[in-house]
């Protein structure tokens, strides 16, 4: 559950590739699946896996253009289908009663740390970066590439100052599921166990139940208050059934009830002040056109933003990357595999209703039995654990603690006092882990199936079972908790075989194009990184009392770099830093060249970072000749995503940095395009009305600008939803101006 911003792509990939292989480990181990779930989940794999060389198949062959692949596909891709690997492997463990319950057990203890870090960040971390903000926002906000004022610095500003409990998952809701999931489990747990396991399950309830109130998701409280009422009311209801299978619909109403309340609540309209399932309406909307349009391959897992601008109604303020609804995203973005994962997604929660059906024999507890090889698996989440540390960058959650308890420099006691806190949390989680096989099978099933219930419900509108940092955590859970009972299974060696195959021939089939990708960007960022780090330090000693100290050993390092001797002054030593700037901007740029210095010339995401860094040269020189490229060049590259709207602005970014008449004619018609794919962007047609308008002569468009202000002022009109992504009123009164003028 790492933030991927934490991650690369190829490390992202390569994750993907190993849990993979070990599903195909466990089930090689443990036992076989039944034959329709690995059918559908196979089916669903390569689909996903292969989409992308049947897209490029069928341009070559067939001249059909359905989109080129992207960095996101591969990567958003190859975590979904590791996530269905571990759907199978979690209900093959489930055949066996301690498998089960260590595997519940490490998958559930991780709420000890997640409510840890949740109650830093918002107590902490978020009072700590607020300040730092308040005390030069202007700086913040264009370090973040925002101008202040602007739209997107406002929702920048709106979301900075939400204390929200997030984990290392970034997203509220994301983190409720979690921690909401893992409530319902020990909570259950703590209710009906015995012994040491239930004081160990009592604690780690209270630590989750605070880290859900401090998400402040009321999506994420409402589904777990809801797999409570499953756990109360589904036994009884279950028992009382004439014909027991039909409990399944149980699972199934945990599917379609969320969903009927989104489609209510947007029947109501905009007559409530509640947005946020409004907003997951239009989503749906959204999701159900392109799935309309693209019913065979889809958009592709990382083209359901472009997709959406053009589907989304016009009133939605918002473009999202996601439908927010694992079926819709499923289906939108893998078209028929994705059909395949959404029924193979159906039968599990038919699963889980079923599992509330009374069983005969007696609910006894289980002796803690000498296992060994159970105690070592259990303490393989140690290095998990200092993996979770590493990710977190430079802030170490007992160093967060620490600096939360203490001013900074961050006293010894502290320190220990911020470890010590890290090791209990640390420790739950290893307990948790070792102690729930000593539960009753019952009660461990009954926790999970209402955990599961819970996780499927909220999945519904939002993206837990779709993020690549945590979709593996929810559909293993969903195994776990619906032990399949059919006859119909597979040979567990056919099994690991087939995932085997997945792995090969699918996910791990571009991960050496994302470790280049990975390599080019990092090589140019660190070229980059350098000298904000020398601004910033020079920034900060002017912005002192007495710089002479402090502008001394930045001298010694500025001079190192540029191979002479920089005096100790402000102005030469600004001078200096931006004579080593311009060095590293040209010497980024030969890293990224799109035609000649790397192997991926149609790499969207090598194509923007070359985008950028040239536009910054050509505003600091003004020098094309200093771009390793021509900029035509770079244009044939740019233009063989010619799907992709962010692509088409970033090519027109670079045409008008360099600002010649040809380069703002060529500039203006990408903008157009791109107009094309987001039908509904009030900056852009704002854009290209002031383009067409100063330009007017030079490209002898003569009044076509009134036609964009009018659109401009329709947008606008439309997106009365949320304020802040609308016109200012003195920009509004003077689009309205122009238009008056004859």
Not at 118 to 125: A, I, N
Not at 393 to 413: E, F, K, N, Q, T
Not at 570 to 577: C, H, S, T
């Amino acid at each position: 559950t790492a933030s991927m911003s934490a991650i690369t792509p190829s490390g992202s990939i390569a994750i993907d590739g190993v849990i993979i292989l070990l599903c195909a480990v466990v089930l090689g181990c443990s036992g076989g699946v039944p034959l329709l779930w690995l059918g559908l989940a196979t089916f669903g794999s390569l689909w996903a896996a292969h989409s992308v060389c049947l897209m490029l198949a069928t341009h070559a062959f067939f001249q059909l253009s359905l989109g080129s692949p992207t960095p996101e596909d591969i990567r958003i891709g190859s975590s979904w289908v590791a996530a269905i690997m571990a759907l199978l492997a979690g209900t093959s463990l489930a055949r066996d009663g301690h498998a089960r319950a260590l595997a519940a057990g490490v998958l559930i203890g991780v709420v000890a740390l997640l409510a840890l870090k949740g109650t830093m960040q918002v107590f902490v971390e978020h009072p700590q970066t607020v300040a730092m903000f308040d005390a030069d926002p202007d700086s913040a906000l264009r370090a973040r590439g925002f101008e202040p004022g602007s739209t997107q610095a406002l929702i920048y500003e709106r979301r900075l100052r939400q204390p929200e409990a997030t984990g290392w998952i970034a997203l509220s809701n994301v983190f409720a599921t979690l921690v909401g999931a893992s409530l319902i489990v020990v909570a259950t747990v703590a209710w009906r166990a015995r012994g040491a396991i239930r004081i160990v399950a009592a604690l780690l309830g209270l630590s989750a139940l605070f880290a859900l109130v401090l998400s402040g998701s009321k999506g994420g409280i409402a589904a777990t208050l809801c797999g409570f009422g499953v756990l109360i009311a589904a036994p009884w209801l279950a028992a009382r059934l004439k014909r027991p299978k039909l409990a399944g619909l149980i699972g199934l109403a945990a599917i379609g009830l969320p969903l009927l309340a989104v489609a209510v609540r947007g029947l109501i309209g905009t007559g409530l002040s509640e947005l946020s399932i409004l907003f997951r309406w239009f989503y749906l909307i959204g999701a159900t056109r392109i799935t309309a349009e693209h019913p065979g391959l889809g958009v592709g897992p990382g083209g359901f933003q472009n997709a959406y601008a053009i589907h989304k109604p016009p009133i939605s303020p918002e473009d999202v990357a996601s439908p927010h609804s694992v079926l819709f995203d499923f289906a939108a973005t893998l078209g028929i595999g994705g059909f395949a994962w959404c029924l193979l997604i159906g039968l599990v929660a038919w699963q889980l209703g079923k599992v509330f059906v009374p069983r005969s024999g007696a609910d006894e507890p289980k002796a803690l039995a000498l296992r060994p090889r159970l105690y070592i698996a259990a303490g393989a989440i140690v290095p998990i654990a200092f993996l979770a540390l590493w990710l977190d960058r430079g802030a170490a959650l007992p160093l967060v603690i620490g600096s939360g308890l203490a001013a900074d420099p961050i006293p010894m006691w502290a320190l220990f006092a911020g470890l010590a806190a890290w090791s209990l949390a640390l420790g739950g989680w290893i307990a948790l882990a070792a102690m729930l096989p000593t539960a009753s099978e019952r009660t461990v099933t009954l926790a999970l199936a209402g955990a599961a219930i819970a996780a499927i419900a909220h999945a519904q509108i939002e993206m837990t079972a779709t993020q690549p940092a945590t979709s593996a955590w929810f559909f293993l859970l969903l195994g776990l908790a619906a032990p399949a009972n059919s006859r119909a299974t597979v040979p567990r060696v056919v099994v690991a075989v087939v995932l085997m195959m997945v792995v090969l021939q699918g996910v791990l089939m571009r991960w050496s194009e994302a470790v280049e990708r990975d390599v080019l960007l990092t090589r140019a960022a660190q070229r980059l990184a350098p000298i904000g780090e020398l601004r910033a330090e020079l920034d900060d000693a002017v912005g002192d009392g007495s710089p002479r100290q402090r502008l001394a050993p930045l001298a010694d390092r500025v001079s190192q770099r540029l191979g002479q001797r920089v005096p100790p002054r402000a102005d030469i030593l600004a001078q200096a830093i931006a004579e080593l700037a311009l060095t590293a901007r040209v010497a980024a740029g030969a890293i990224l060249a799109p035609t000649r210095a790397n192997s991926l010339p149609d790499d969207p995401a090598v194509l923007r970072a070359y985008a950028r860094n040239a536009i910054a040269l050509l505003a600091e020189t003004g020098d094309d000749r200093l771009l390793p490229e021509p900029i035509a060049e770079v244009g044939d590259a740019l233009r063989f995503l010619d799907g992709d709207p962010g692509v088409m602005i970033a090519e027109a970014n670079l045409h008008l940095a360099q600002g010649m008449p040809g380069n703002i004619a060529t500039a203006v018609g990408l903008l157009l395009q791109a107009a094309d794919h987001r039908p509904h962007d009030l900056q852009l047609a704002r854009r290209l009305e002031r383009l067409l308008r100063e330009h007017a002569e030079l490209l002898g468009t003569g009044d076509q600008w009134r036609a964009w202000a009018e659109r401009a002022l329709e947008i606008d009109g439309r997106l009365g939803l949320d304020p802040l992504v609308q016109l200012t009123e003195s920009e509004r009164n003077g689009l309205r101006r122009r238009l008056e003028q004859p």
